[in-house]
């Protein structure tokens, strides 16, 4: 079974950094573009970014203007594992964020995880 | 800055047929913007539906199908069933400095 698990939520306050795991498996990893998607509470859904695959996409990385330049996201192929480096956090960073997986980088986010909770606040 | 307009709000007997549409500010949407649907229910994470604005995955009932009308991405629903009740979103791709852009959900309420 293909599965994405998203780790690393919690509470931070404004400025400082987190770091968020998607920890995979279930399939091969290497052949997925990843993405990372997020939803404040109560609203709608927004891109973060992405990851592309090396073997399909080499590896290139693009971020929304709302995090570009704050935001790094990074793959790990040896372990199957995505992350989501969030610096200079605002408190309208704060939601739901979800990792996707894309087989060979077709843009058919394919697969989700279940999501995990990231609130700024003081 | 690209908006991506849906409508807010649809309602649907069992068993009738709805259809879901998505458009842009920049213009009409074309296979050029690669429309993805996604379907969420409450407490949940986002389902893929439908990407390249026709193609389902394996998981995707029959009864969805994804097109263009008029200027737009379509989703429509055939025989809608009560478990098909939930919020759907669609996806624009639009190049530049946005790239994807969400549109603000549809909540469909099965009547």
């Known amino acids: 079974e293909m599965q994405l698990v998203e780790s690393g939520g919690g509470l931070v306050q404004p400025g400082r950094s987190l770091t968020l795991s998607c920890t995979t498996s279930?399939?091969?990893?290497?052949?997925?573009?990843m993405s990372w998607f997020r939803q404040a509470p109560g609203k709608g859904l927004e891109w973060v970014g992405f990851?592309?695959?090396?073997?399909?996409?080499?590896?290139?990385?693009e971020y929304a203007a709302s995090v570009k330049g704050r935001f790094i996201i990074s793959r790990d192929d040896s372990k199957s594992i995505a992350y989501l480096q969030m610096n200079s956090l605002k408190i309208e960073d704060t939601g739901v964020y979800y990792c996707n997986g894309d087989h060979g980088d077709v843009d058919a986010f394919d697969i989700w995880g279940q999501g995990t909770m990231v609130t700024v606040s003081s | 800055q690209t908006v991506v307009t849906q409508e807010p709000s649809l309602t649907v007997s069992p068993g009738g047929t709805v259809t879901l549409t998505c458009a842009s500010s920049t213009g009409a949407v074309t296979s050029g913007y690669y429309p993805n649907w996604f379907q969420q229910k409450p407490g949940q994470a986002p389902r893929s539906l439908i990407y390249?604005?026709?193609q389902k995955h394996s998981w995707t009932p029959a009864r969805f199908s994804g097109s263009l009308l008029g200027g737009k991405a379509a989703l429509t629903l055939s025989g809608v069933q009560p478990e098909d009740e939930a919020k759907y979103y669609c996806l624009l791709y639009h190049g530049g400095a946005q790239r994807w852009v969400f549109g603000g959900g549809t909540k469909l309420t099965v009547l």
């Open positions: 990851i592309k695959s090396k073997a399909f996409g080499g590896g290139t990385t």
């Open positions: 390249f604005t026709t």
């Open positions: 279930g399939f091969t990893f290497g052949d997925y573009g």
